[in-house]
């Protein structure tokens, strides 16, 4: 992968150089976006990304993690939702997917008025271009297919969460 801006680009065209390889111009896009997308296209090797998937242990620590096409790309523990919705929206943001999801994992008491409220603010932040789904949590927090000891608890469960399949409960 080369990260290049305006003059990187005249620079490559003037000298004839061919890449055999994927080109982010940190010009075309903010350099933040620039910076996910050359994160996401490291992990991923490839130019375009389906599926953009995210999945929320909520609680009074909220683990986010962050896959794209099967891929873990990040993966978090958060104090408040501010923090939680920030990320995924510099995420969602930068990656163009032709399908994003945020996985959100049912607590198994009832879903309280806090959890609630931090739904629909999501939905009014991500009106129209992604799908929210509640997953049942059960026994998200105790395995993982990711075995990374520095990993929390929280974060696990993300992980766990946005790798299980859409079900109604």
């Known amino acids: 992968m080369l990260v290049v801006d305006e003059d990187g680009l005249k620079y490559l065209e003037s000298i004839k150089c061919m890449f055999n ?3 982010v111009n940190t010009n075309k896009n903010a350099v933040e976006k620039s910076a996910i997308m050359t994160l996401v296209l490291s992990r991923i090797d490839k130019v375009d990304v389906n599926t953009l998937i995210a999945g929320l242990d909520y ?4 683990g986010l993690a962050i896959f794209a ?3 873990l790309i990040f993966v978090n523990s958060y104090r408040g939702e501010e923090s939680v919705i920030k990320t995924l929206k510099m995420f969602f943001d930068a990656i163009p997917a032709s399908k994003k999801v945020i996985r959100i994992g049912i607590p198994s008491e009832l879903i309280h008025a806090k959890l609630s409220k931090f739904i629909d603010d999501l939905l009014k932040k991500f009106s129209g271009n992604v799908v929210i789904e509640l997953v049942h949590e059960h026994k998200t927090s105790k395995s993982s297919l990711i ?17 299980k399949a859409f079900q109604n409960y």
């Not at 609680?59 to 909220?62: D, F, L, V």
């Not at 929280?154 to 992980?159: F, L, R, V």
């Open 69 to 71: 096409d099967s891929n």
């Open 21 to 23: 390889c994927i080109v």
């Open 59 to 62: 609680g009074s620590n909220i």
């Open 147 to 163: 075995i990374d000891e520095s990993l929390d608890e929280d974060s696990i469960a993300a992980i766990n969460i946005a790798l």
